[in-house]
Structures are given as C-alpha cells and as structure tokens.
C-alpha cells in the first residue's frame, strides 16, 4: 500500500502581537493511504483544520515532514491539479450564481465546461444552479463547496466537515458518493463530528487530541483496541446471579438491575454458569464499543453530571512524544 | 488570463464597485449641471462689453510699462526697489483676450484645466476606496484561500487580481476623463464659448487627462497593496485618512507653530500636486532669492515610487504569511 498523505512531526503555533500564542499542532502525524476513505476526528479545536490548511499549503508549519501525493509539501503546487478540498465552509464570492462560481474555478484549472454541470447534479444543485450564491442556504453553500472540490476529479479528495449543514437526504448521499468514489479508487480525507457516519463509510481513522495523534488505524482494530469483553446481563435475580457469576472468576458491576459482565470467555460461558444454577437468562449482548465513545475517552470529553466539558486552551506541552506505531492508544497521558 | 478575466468579472460585479461609479457620476453631474446653469452663450452685446474690458486692460499694461521704464530712467535703485520683478511683470498686452472678460459665459478653454486637475483628485479619490474594498473584503472572508486551493501560486492569484483591478480603473479613467472633458466641451460649444484652442493647448490637455489616469490607477494600486497588508478594507482606508489627517492636516500646523520652513517637501500632497498640475515652487528663500521647486519630474518619481515599495511589499508578505 502506498501512501497518499504522509505527515510526521508537525508543528504549528500561531503567534499573534496582541493574543497569547496558540499552539494547535505539537507533533501531529498522520497517514492515509491510497484508496482509502480516512476519518479524521477531533473535538472542537483540536487542530484538524489547522492540519488540512498546513497540508494544502495555507500555512507555513513550524516543524515536521509532509508528503502528499508522494510530492514534498513544498512542491504542493504540481499536484493540485489531483487535489479537491474543501477547508471550512469556504467563503463564495456571493453576487456570482452557483454555476458562474464553478465555471470560473474550472476555467482557471483548465476544465471543460460540461464537468460543471456533471458536478452539480451530483450535490442535487442542478435546479438551483442559476441563483445567486447570496439566496443560498447553508446547505446548499455547502452542497457548492462539495462540487467545487468534485470538479477537477480529484485522486484525493480533502474535505473538512462537508456535512456541516446537510439535510439528512443530503447526508445520505454524501456516504453514498464517498463509497462510489471509494470504488473509483479516490483517496477520502475526511474530517467530521459524526461519528455514525464515519463509522459507517471509513476505512481508517485518525483521532486528534490538542494537536497530537491519540489513535489510528482501521476502524475495527480502533474499536477492538477498546473492547472491554463486557457483556450486559439482565436476570429475573440479578443479586443471586452476580453472586453465582463471580464465584464462576467473572468480574460483576450492576446498575438499575442489570449487570455488565466481564472476564469470560463468551456470552456462552454466563448463559451456562447461571443456567447451571437455575438463572435464566433474559437478555444478553456483548457490548462493543462504538467510535462515539471510544472517542469521548480518548479526548477525555465525556460529558460529566456536574459540568460542561470545556473546550482546551492549545498550549505547547512537552517535546514531541514519540509517536507509536501500535495502537496503545491510552500512552498519551493527559497533561 | 482566464485568471484575470475572472477577476475583472468579480469586480465588476461588486456592489460596492456599482455604487462608487454613481457616486463618481453624481459628483460629476453636479459640476456639469452647476457649469451649465451659470454660462450663458455670448451675445453681440456681451462680446462688445468683453471687447471693452480688455482694451482697457491693454490700455492700462502699456501705461504701466511705459510708467515703470521712466522711473527706470530717473532713478535705477528707487525703481528696481519698486519694481522688483522689473517693467514686464505685469504682463504682456498682446496676451490680453477679450474671451477672458465675458461676463456668465464658460469658457471652455481657459476652465477646463482647473476641472482637469479637480477630475484627476475625485478619480484617485475612487478609485482608491473601489481597490481597498475589492481586495480588502477577499482577504478578511478568506475567499481567496478558496482561489489558492485551485492555482497554489500566490503570486500569480494576487498579481491577477492587481491586473485586472489596474486595468480596469486605468480604462475607465481613460473613458471617464474623455468623456468629462468632452461634456464640458460641448457646454461651452452650445452654452457658453470654446475659445480657439490650438494643437499646443489640445496635447497640454491630453497630457492633463493622462497624469489623471495614471494618478487614479496609481492611487488603486496603492490602496491594493495596503488593504493586502493590512488584510481589510477597513484598515486601509483608516491609513490613508489618518495619514490626511495627523501628518498632512496636524503636522503641516505644528510645521507653521514652530516656524519650521520650507515644510512643503514632507508632505505626499505637494509632489501629487507638482505631478499633476506642474512643477511647485515652494519657497524663495530668507532673501527672496533660490526658488525651490518641487519639478513635475520629481512629483511623478514620488507617485511612481511609494506605488512600487507598496506593491512590493504587498507580495512579498502575501508570499510568504499564513491565510485563514
Ligand atoms: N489564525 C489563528 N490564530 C490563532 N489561533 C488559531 C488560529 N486558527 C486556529 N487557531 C487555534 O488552533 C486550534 C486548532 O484549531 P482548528 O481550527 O484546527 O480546530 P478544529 O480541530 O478544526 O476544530 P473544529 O472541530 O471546531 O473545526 C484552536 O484552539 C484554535 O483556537
Ligand atoms: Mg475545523
């Protein structure tokens, strides 16, 4: 497998004659290979913009190697033509229609004119096409955003939060163009806060945590990195069956009375243990983790009962960790 | 080149863009409506009375001169004493032309300079707040970054922008300056009096008209370079109207408080004064003698030059900063 994005070590602080410098990258890394459709998650703040504008050559990093299409960073400009991206919501020159706008960016990238109209039905803005950007929703300049970053038929694609603002309808049509271009063989950087989505259409995945790599990897190795071997139990007797269960070795909790189960082999070890003793057993399922919480302990932003979580202030911490190659996503102590 | 194309479509598709030009308009209708409210075509009666009032200038210049070279004759010191710019200051009586004393006529000729030169300050004018507001609103709402994710030459998106912007405002200028100077022509030919301007007069004027544009386009490029400096639109208009109002207004009074002569060379408006309606002298020194001048050489030098440090500035620290 090749790499198409190749990031190492980088950092990037903002430095500013009347704010508090901000460090938003202290060390990051990231891989993402060919044909793949990568995830990039991060809570609120935590860099990925700032990653991708690094990447597309918007800001100049401090430290650290990137690669991109196999093509030093610094050479960016000879394979944009490959790239589509999409950074924010990108800002339209709003007096100009929805087609005018894409017709301009084609011609200064030397497209034909009937791509314009191909990529248009596609983010289902044919019939709007002929309107100001300016009478648009946030949807629909969204919508724009994603064909704009269509229309040189990428090999990779780079999109920062494209669902901010669909309609489920257009959510729905967003994994489906990403599977099909998946298939194309485009490579998908794509960064997002819904995890459903990205759990649904990714490959692989990076998770971002004040500016450093907290974990990667393909989807199911980052969720079995997390899997517990819990399972949740409901008995008619929950007391006598955690009972029964931990002298059988098993590690019990309970609450509201169902228990969740752990250290055994298998759902087929309890059924048998409180079978054994006269339990029955009425409902059982293995708990896998989902993205949603394995990021919530990554980031260590779990909602807690008594306070909102606060965004953190980008401060520079240590040197650099050495990043890991494994998956011992929990190395990264909390500062 | 589809880069400036696409460039000269934005900008003159621009609201604000729309607006400047009806005020630019506006402010020449006014002057072209008040023009011919107050010039009425010369009768017989008028041109006779015109006739009159400039005889009896000639009349008095020759009386004058032939004055002043007697007292010349008398007494060379007391006259040189009271004739310090000798017997001809006064100027010549074949000069005198009866065009100059009618009464509620414009005429065209002897006016259409000074409305040149107050074309050449509303056109700079405009043009200025048109450039600082076309690059200004792109570089704070980031649509350029958008641009850059397409073409990732900074130089090239920024110097295509700058093209089309200069061009444009030196084309609209050209016409704009052709027509301002072709209405007041054709208020004099049908209310008011042409003069009889020669070929001399005709190429002074083009080369008026073209100081004007180039000082338009100049004052656009300039508010380019600082509105990319300084990232909006805002902020360069506040540098232009604080450098008008702390150095030009504020300094030049405490120049004068303090005595401080001659001041004129520190000030940009002297030397797009020199360039535009010709070369300044400013000060004659303690003995009235060594007359300093500001040449309309120099004066286009100024302009020339401070529009290239700005630019230049301006892309080197597009090149190389972060964009949001
Ligand atoms: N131009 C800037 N100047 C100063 N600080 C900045 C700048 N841009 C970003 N930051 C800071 O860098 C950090 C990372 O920002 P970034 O936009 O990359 O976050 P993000 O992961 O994209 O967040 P979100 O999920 O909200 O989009 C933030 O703390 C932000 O405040
Ligand atoms: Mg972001």
């Not at chain 1, 603002?165 to 490579?187: C, F, K, N, W, Y």
């Not at chain 1, 909790?253 to 759902?267: I, M, W, Y």
């Not at chain 2, 450039?131 to 850059?148: D, K, P, Q, V, Y």
């Not at chain 2, 050489?297 to 020339?304: C, D, P, Y």
Request: aromatic content about 8%.
């Amino acid at each position: 497998m090749t790499a198409v994005i190749e990031i190492s070590g980088l950092c990037k602080t903002f430095h500013s004659l009347w704010r508090e410098e901000k460090t938003a990258l202290d060390g990051f890394d990231m891989y993402v290979e060919k044909g793949q459709v990568h995830g990039f998650l991060g809570p609120n703040g935590s860099g990925k913009t700032t990653t991708l504008r690094t990447l597309l050559g918007l800001l100049r990093p401090d430290e650290g190697v990137m690669r991109i299409l196999d093509t030093p960073s610094a050479d960016f400009g000879s394979v944009a033509h490959r790239v589509g991206a999409i950074v924010e919501s990108p800002a339209f020159f709003t007096p100009f229609t929805g087609r005018k706008t894409l017709q301009l960016l084609a011609t200064a990238g030397g497209l034909p004119r009937g791509r314009v109209d191909e990529v248009l039905t596609t983010v289902g803005l044919r019939d709007r096409a002929d309107e100001p950007v300016k009478v648009y929703s946030l949807g629909m300049r969204q919508r724009l955003a994603v064909a704009s970053a269509l229309l040189k038929r990428p090999e990779l694609l780079i999109l920062d939060e494209p669902a901010n603002g669909l309609d489920p309808s257009g959510i729905h049509a967003m994994r489906t163009l990403m599977s099909e271009l998946a298939e194309q063989g485009v490579t998908v950087l794509l960064s997002s806060h819904l995890l459903s989505e990205i759990e649904q259409v990714c490959d692989s995945v990076t998770i971002i945590d004040r500016g450093r790599r907290v974990a990667h990897g393909p989807v199911s190795v980052v969720l079995a990195g997390h899997d517990t071997g819990e399972h949740l139990v409901r008995v008619a007797d929950p007391e006598q069956a955690a009972q029964v269960l931990r002298t059988a070795g098993a590690t019990v909790r309970s609450a509201d009375g169902v228990l969740f189960v752990g250290g055994v082999s298998g759902p087929a070890a309890i059924s048998e243990t409180l079978g054994r003793a006269g339990l029955w057993v009425t409902e059982l399922t293995p708990l896998t983790p989902d993205l949603e919480s394995v990021f919530l302990d990554l980031t260590g932003t779990r909602p807690a009962a008594d306070a909102p979580p606060q965004i953190a202030v980008p401060t520079r911490r240590r040197p650099p960790a050495d990043n890991l190659i494994n998956l011992d996503v929990r190395s990264e102590e909390r500062a | 080149m589809n880069l400036v194309r696409a460039e000269v479509s934005r900008l003159l598709s621009r609201r604000f863009t729309h607006i400047m030009v009806l005020g630019l308009l506006a402010v020449f209708g006014v002057t072209a409506a008040t023009t011919l409210a107050n010039s009425t075509r010369p009768d017989a009666g008028v041109w006779a009375a015109a006739q009159k009032t400039a005889e009896e200038r000639r009349e008095s210049l020759v009386r004058f001169k032939l004055n002043c070279q007697e007292k010349f004759l008398v007494d060379k010191e007391a006259a040189e004493a009271a004739f310090p710019g000798g017997c001809d200051a006064a100027g010549n009586p074949a000069d005198v032309e009866s065009s100059r004393y009618l009464e509620d006529a414009f005429v065209f000729e002897q006016e259409i300079g000074g409305l040149t030169v107050f074309l050449a300050i509303y056109l700079s004018f405009f043009a200025f707040v048109i450039a600082a507001s076309f690059i200004g609103a792109e570089m704070s709402s980031g649509g350029i970054t958008n641009l850059l994710l397409w073409r990732p030459q900074r130089s090239a998106i920024l110097g295509a922008k700058l093209t089309a912007l200069t061009g444009c405002v030196a084309v609209f200028s050209a016409l704009f300056t052709a027509l301002y100077i072709g209405t007041f022509y054709l208020i004099a030919y049908t209310s008011g009096w042409t003069g009889q301007p020669g070929v001399a007069f005709w190429a002074d004027l083009a080369a008026l008209g073209g100081r004007a544009v180039a000082l338009s386009t100049a004052a656009a490029a300039s508010a380019f370079a600082l509105a990319t400096l300084a990232r909006h639109t805002a902020a360069a208009l506040g540098i232009a109207v604080g450098y008008f109002l702390i150095w030009e207004a504020g300094a030049r009074i405490v120049f004068e408080i303090g005595g401080m002569l001659p001041y004129d060379p520190y000030f940009l408006s002297s030397y797009l004064s020199a360039f535009v309606s010709g070369d300044l002298t400013y000060w004659h020194g303690l003995d009235g003698t060594g007359d300093l001048v500001i040449t309309r050489l120099s004066g286009g030098m100024v302009v020339a030059g401070l529009t290239a440090v700005l630019i230049t500035a301006a892309f080197a620290n597009f090149r190389r900063r972060d964009l949001a």
